[in-house]
Every structure is written in structure tokens, then in C-alpha cells.
């Protein structure tokens, strides 16, 4: 079993920078995937980045690419998203998961472990 803790969120403007923060407990992320996603209101949850395990790999949805990173630390057992220039399409909560398999990452339903969410919120 996996618990996850995600943290971070806040009103922010429109152009700023946010670090959300996932903190596990009960095994080590080293031997999962982790990804985040993010739902608003009224619509699906989806896909935002994910980073596999035993790899260097990160993929990311195209809406945020370039503008948010995936990042491990390992001794920590905690998954952050950095997010620069937030823009008003970006407001969510966000979650984070983890994954036993290391495929799939962009399916939500690939997720084993869910944590509760934060709540981002951005002004413009």
C-alpha cells in the first residue's frame, strides 16, 4: 500500500509560479511510476506529467510542456510539479498517483494510488 499526500496549492496570478509537493509513505515511490493529474469542474480528470521509475524518463500533456516539471527526490519519497507561468486555464485540483506498471502513464486508470488533491487556483 501506497499513501499519498499532495501539497502546495494556492491562489496564485496569472503568470507566477507554484510548486505542488506529493509526499508518500508506506513504500518507496523508488519502485513506482508517478504521474499528476489535474480535473476542474464539470470536466475529466487528465493527464498533466508523469515520471517512470527505474528510468530518466518524463512525458508530459502538451498544455503544460514546457512550462511544468516532474521532479523525484528519492531520499525525500516525495514527487513535486513545479509550475511556472501559470495561465488561466490551468486552476484544478490537482493529484497526484502512482503506478505499479511502468506503461501506460498518460491513462489515469493506470494509477494503482491516488492521493486527495490540492487546489490550484490562479487570478488573472
Known amino acids: 500500500q501506497v499513501q499519498l499526500v499532495e501539497s502546495g496549492g494556492e491562489l496564485v496570478q496569472a503568470g507566477g509560479s507554484l510548486r505542488l509537493s506529493c509526499a508518500a509513505s508506506g513504500r518507496t515511490i523508488r519502485d513506482y511510476a508517478m504521474g499528476w493529474f489535474r480535473q476542474a469542474p464539470g470536466k475529466e480528470r487528465e493527464f498533466v506529467a508523469a515520471?517512470?521509475?527505474?528510468?530518466?524518463?518524463?512525458y508530459y500533456a502538451d498544455s503544460v510542456k514546457s512550462r511544468f516539471t516532474i521532479a523525484r527526490d528519492n531520499a525525500k519519497n516525495t514527487v513535486y510539479l513545479l509550475m511556472n507561468t501559470l495561465k488561466p486555464e490551468d486552476p484544478a485540483v490537482y493529484y497526484c498517483a502512482a503506478a505499479s506498471r511502468n506503461y501506460g502513464l498518460q491513462n489515469r486508470y493506470t494509477y494503482d494510488y491516488w492521493g486527495q488533491g490540492t487546489q490550484v487556483t490562479v487570478s488573472s
Open positions: 515520471s517512470k521509475w527505474g528510468a530518466d524518463y518524463t
